[in-house]
């Protein structure tokens, strides 16, 4: 190599040689154990991501061939163990791990974080489908918590203006990225709804590493949807992508534009179903207005008497039946009253005293007026009375017998 006090100049080219000579000869065959991030799998069957610890990270490739022995599926945030060699790409003047075989060493840092964050968030309920709202039919404005200047906010706003001209939109400006990330999407939703902004809210961001959407999984963040009077969409990166945010959400959308689709619903569906139910309503009213035409029709003197006729005869009918029962009963109880009091009668004719005098009996009653029940009550001299049926005896007592 030449030394220090040497005037070659070398070319870029040359440099990266020398660096890549040294490199791949020092490092043909090494071991790494890091957290995979920004996990790009190619088409044509090659995996390329970044591996990293708390410090430093390495770019990683692993060809096809190595690739299809693999037993799992590499996702950010797993934590792995790599063996393989050092490479340098010239054309970028990058090193780079090249891997020969990779296993899975546990969860990465950053996903074993997020799990035990969801898993307190979804304790305290702030994920229940019961506290999910629906979105608005017909949205006038449309709030947009993302950067003002990424992809996200350009497709936002080129579909809404494409599906609903009439609907506005409203960008709340934030940092979508890095440590003040979180407290700038946490300010812009909470002034979202203090002003009530907005009828529908979209929050979210375009495709990145797992760090990059780390934001969209911050508690605060989290809460601050949760506790939105403003239905809520959340559209963090692309499909494959997810955070904290989606399950807090009323209503989770796979990229931004999608979430565009969502909040706003094309005009001429609107219009549609508002003809569809101006027709159902017209339809109604020419109805009801028919069948009053129809009722009206049978409202002339002739059917007016007839239809008293029908409602009158079974009523004349049902009180001239009531009114012979009651008849009826009434002579059945005069004639039960009649016999009662002839039996009463004959009972007290048969009980008079007069009736028994009438069949020659006489009552005898002593000087004292005392009715004589026994001869041996008197004696001979003795003065009694005695009445027959008519008029009264005065006599004297001769002899008494037994």
Same mark, same amino acid.
């Given at each position: 190599?030449?030394?220090?006090?040497?005037?070659?100049?070398?070319?870029?080219s040359q440099l990266t040689g020398?660096?890549?000579?040294?490199?791949?000869?020092?490092?043909?065959?090494?071991?790494?154990?890091?957290?995979?991030?920004?996990?790009?799998?190619?088409?044509?069957?090659?995996?390329?991501?970044?591996?990293?610890?708390?410090?430093?990270?390495?770019?990683?490739?692993?060809?096809?061939?190595?690739?299809?022995?693999?037993?799992?599926?590499?996702?950010?945030?797993?934590?792995?163990?790599?063996?393989?060699?050092?490479?340098?790409?010239?054309?970028?003047?990058?090193?780079?791990?090249?891997?020969?075989?990779?296993?899975?060493?546990?969860?990465?840092?950053?996903?074993?974080?997020?799990?035990?964050?969801?898993?307190?968030l979804a304790a305290e309920g702030?994920?229940?489908?019961?506290?999910?709202?629906?979105?608005?039919?017909?949205?006038?404005?449309?709030?947009?918590?993302?950067?003002?200047?990424?992809?996200?906010?350009?497709?936002?706003?080129?579909?809404?203006?494409?599906?609903?001209?009439?609907?506005?939109?409203?960008?709340?400006?934030?940092?979508?990225?890095?440590? /003040?990330? =979180?407290? %700038?999407?946490?300010?812009?939703?909470?002034? #979202?709804?203090?002003? *009530?902004?907005?009828?529908? +809210?979209? @929050?979210?961001?375009?495709?990145?590493?797992?760090?990059?959407?780390?934001?969209?999984?911050?508690?605060?963040?989290?809460?601050?949807?949760?506790?939105?009077?403003?239905?809520?969409?959340?559209?963090?990166?692309?499909?494959? /992508?997810? =955070?904290? %945010?989606?399950?807090?959400?009323?209503?989770? #959308?796979?990229?931004? *534009?999608?979430?565009?689709? +969502?909040? @706003?619903?094309?005009?001429?569906?609107?219009?549609?179903?508002?003809?569809?139910?101006?027709?159902?309503?017209?339809?109604?009213?020419?109805?009801?207005?028919?069948?009053?035409?129809?009722?009206?029709?049978?409202?002339?003197?002739?059917?007016?008497?007839?239809?008293?006729?029908?409602?009158?005869?079974?009523?004349?009918?049902?009180?001239?039946?009531?009114?012979?029962?009651?008849?009826?009963?009434?002579?059945?109880?005069?004639?039960?009253?009649?016999?009662?009091?002839?039996?009463?009668?004959?009972?007290?004719?048969?009980?008079?005293?007069?009736?028994?005098?009438?069949?020659?009996?006489?009552?005898?009653?002593?000087?004292?007026?005392?009715?004589?029940?026994?001869?041996?009550?008197?004696?001979?001299?003795?003065?009694?009375?005695?009445?027959?049926?008519?008029?009264?005896?005065?006599?004297?007592?001769?002899?008494?017998?037994?």
């Amino acid at each position: 190599m030449t030394s220090s006090n040497d005037d070659s100049v070398f070319s870029v080219s040359q440099l990266t040689g020398l660096i890549k000579t040294m490199l791949e000869g020092t490092f043909p065959n090494v071991q790494l154990k890091g957290e995979i991030s920004n996990y790009r799998p190619n088409a044509s069957g090659h995996l390329y991501f970044v591996l990293k610890d708390s410090q430093s990270q390495i770019s990683a490739v692993m060809f096809r061939g190595r690739a299809a022995s693999l037993n799992f599926v590499p996702k950010d945030g797993m934590l792995v163990q790599v063996r393989g060699s050092v490479s340098v790409y010239a054309p970028r003047g990058n090193y780079q791990i090249i891997i020969s075989s990779m296993t899975k060493a546990g969860a990465g840092d950053i996903m074993e974080m997020i799990e035990e964050r969801k898993k307190k968030l979804a304790a305290e309920g702030l994920f229940d489908s019961s506290r999910k709202r629906k979105l608005p039919f017909f949205p006038r404005r449309i709030g947009i918590v993302t950067s003002p200047t990424g992809a996200a906010i350009r497709d936002i706003l080129q579909i809404t203006r494409r599906r609903n001209p009439k609907a506005s939109a409203i960008v709340f400006p934030t940092i979508v990225q890095g440590e /003040d990330a =979180a407290p %700038s999407i946490i300010k812009m939703i909470e002034i #979202a709804n203090a002003y *009530s902004m907005c009828d529908v +809210l979209i @929050v979210g961001r375009g495709g990145g590493s797992l760090e990059d959407l780390l934001p969209f999984s911050d508690e605060g963040v989290v809460r601050a949807i949760a506790a939105s009077e403003i239905p809520v969409i959340s559209a963090v990166g692309h499909e494959i /992508d997810w =955070a904290l %945010s989606d399950f807090a959400a009323d209503q989770r #959308a796979p990229t931004p *534009s999608a979430a565009a689709e +969502l909040a @706003v619903p094309l005009l001429s569906d609107i219009e549609q179903s508002i003809e569809v139910s101006r027709n159902e309503m017209h339809e109604s009213i020419q109805g009801k207005l028919e069948h009053l035409r129809l009722m009206l029709r049978t409202f002339t003197p002739e059917n007016m008497e007839l239809q008293f006729r029908h409602i009158e005869q079974p009523l004349s009918m049902r009180f001239d039946s009531a009114r012979e029962r009651l008849e009826q009963n009434i002579k059945d109880f005069l004639q039960d009253r009649r016999h009662f009091l002839e039996q009463c009668e004959q009972t007290l004719n048969n009980c008079n005293p007069q009736t028994i005098f009438d069949r020659g009996y006489s009552m005898v009653t002593d000087q004292d007026g005392k009715v004589v029940r026994n001869a041996a009550s008197l004696s001979p001299g003795a003065k009694i009375k005695i009445r027959p049926a008519e008029g009264s005896i005065s006599a004297e007592v001769l002899s008494v017998g037994q």
